[in-house]
């Protein structure tokens, strides 16, 4: 009975404290190599959130990421990378392995994050807010390479599905508009 106690109190305060984010900046988050972070690093820029994968047939959006953040990171922006197995096994490797993958195959030098569920019964905190019934942009990630632009206030402008690459007219002007251009 103690343990079940014990056990309910967790949850419980897990709950409250997931309700308690008043922002996107407040939601905590790992990077890559497994220290606590969380968004509020990028409080007043401009971010991209990207679910990712390294085994996809849009694994090449890498490419154009890391083109987008070379070209505005010095007036503001920030591709922030979240790799995503929820789709088809498509990113099966370690946090070492991502990577290693991602630095030597596209030269990423964007942030990368722990590994996370976009979806699904153990959905991240940040994606149960941007895609949560009270989310700007309500409703499942459809496949890997999913983007969020959230404006510099940390309020989200746009959502682009998968197919649509980093470098596509959509993107480039959101970018350009959320950075005040």
């Not at 401009?46 to 987008?68: D, F, I, M, R, W």
Request: charged residues 25%; contains cysteine.
């Amino acid at each position: 009975m103690k343990y079940f106690l014990l056990l309910l109190g967790l949850c419980l305060a897990a709950v409250v404290s997931a309700g308690d984010a008043k922002s996107l900046y407040d939601i905590p988050l790992k990077d890559i190599d497994g220290k606590g972070t969380s968004l509020k690093a990028y409080k007043g820029k401009v971010v991209l959130v990207v679910n990712v994968a390294s085994k996809c047939g849009l694994t090449p959006q890498y490419t154009g990421l890391e083109e987008l953040y070379r070209k505005y990171k010095d007036k503001g922006l920030v591709v922030a990378g979240f790799p995503c197995n929820d789709f088809a096994g498509q990113e099966p490797g370690t946090a070492a392995e991502i990577k290693q993958f991602c630095s030597s195959k596209y030269d990423v030098s964007f942030p990368l994050f722990e590994k996370l569920h976009v979806k699904g019964a153990e959905q991240h905190p940040l994606y149960a807010a941007l895609t949560g019934p009270s989310g700007a942009f309500p409703g499942d990630v459809k496949w890997n390479f999913g983007k969020f632009l959230v404006g510099r206030d940390g309020k989200v402008l746009k959502r682009f599905e998968p197919p649509v690459k980093p470098d596509a007219p959509e993107v480039v002007t959101a970018v350009e508009a959320a950075l005040g251009k």
